[in-house]
């Protein structure tokens, strides 16, 4: 028999059989609907004020990091659409997407790529005392991750780190990942699975994950050092997917070729 609500403790939200109830008030953030998906339009400045604010209430909960991949993908497949819109808030990873939202009258909105917010949490967490949990990647990535986030911040409070396993978690294995994560009461739980696995493992066990949940995607490669990011000025001008291409063109020309393509029309063409 499944339970009606699983409570994590007196300060986080709630999970029913039914939906998500969140602790933060959603109507907060301000949004802009690109393809279906409530893109968060917001700056850095912005998101930070407000994890700071509500890093409480907001264990248990989930962000997504959303680029043209995942809002065409959202576009496509309504199931994962849902996911994007379950979180706490969908943040506009993707150039592209804060441009079609200042043209659409939001013009505080900008780019607040994944990486970049991890980096400020970081850069900001031994201050504040924050906890980190790192679900995702390979041990080896984990090991080169660990070694160099101790040193670049001193102090940093890592509360623990697992690379599952690439086939399926049995739901016995699933449960006793999830204990021992939220045994490490972590603040942060940061999910490198790439899209769109590591947003359904969000939205999977949201209220049931003791920490804020944000899939970062190559974030754990980034900070491990095994690939490097585009220049300033590329970030700048949204063009950090050309950069990711010539690294890996046999992986990404296919699915930028795709989605760029249905983007441009559907988004920006047609008004979607």
Not at 219 to 233: H, K, L, Q, T, V
């Amino acid at each position: 028999m499944v339970e009606a609500v699983i409570a994590i403790d007196t300060t986080t939200s709630i999970r029913t059989d039914k939906k998500f109830v969140h602790k933060v008030d959603k109507s907060l953030i301000p949004t802009c609907n690109i393809l279906g998906v409530n893109i968060a339009a917001i700056d850095m400045t912005w998101l930070l004020d407000f994890t700071e604010k509500h890093i409480k209430e907001l264990s248990g909960d989930y962000m997504c990091v959303s680029n043209v991949h995942t809002t065409v993908t959202s576009f496509e497949d309504k199931s994962y659409c849902d996911i994007q819109n379950g979180g706490i808030m969908a943040i506009p990873d993707g150039g592209p997407l804060s441009t079609v939202g200042q043209k659409r009258g939001f013009k505080n909105m900008k780019r607040t790529t994944g990486p970049s917010y991890m980096g400020e949490i970081l850069r900001i967490s031994v201050q504040k005392g924050y906890r980190h949990y790192f679900y995702g990647s390979s041990e080896e990535t984990l090991k080169k991750l660990y070694a160099l986030l101790q040193h670049d911040y001193p102090g940093l409070q890592i509360a623990g780190m697992y690379s599952p396993p690439f086939r399926p978690l049995t739901e016995e294995e699933d449960r006793i990942i999830a204990e021992q994560i939220n045994e490490t009461d972590p603040d942060f739980v940061w999910v490198g699975l790439g899209a769109p696995k590591q947003e359904r493992w969000m939205a999977e066990h949201q209220g049931k994950i003791r920490g804020f949940m944000v899939g970062v995607g190559a974030g754990f490669d980034y900070f491990a050092g095994n690939i490097s990011r585009a220049p300033e000025w590329m970030q700048k001008n949204n063009l950090e997917w050309v950069y990711r291409l010539f690294q890996d063109p046999k992986r990404l020309f296919g699915r930028y070729w795709h989605t760029n393509t249905k983007f441009i029309w559907n988004a920006v063409v047609r008004g979607k």
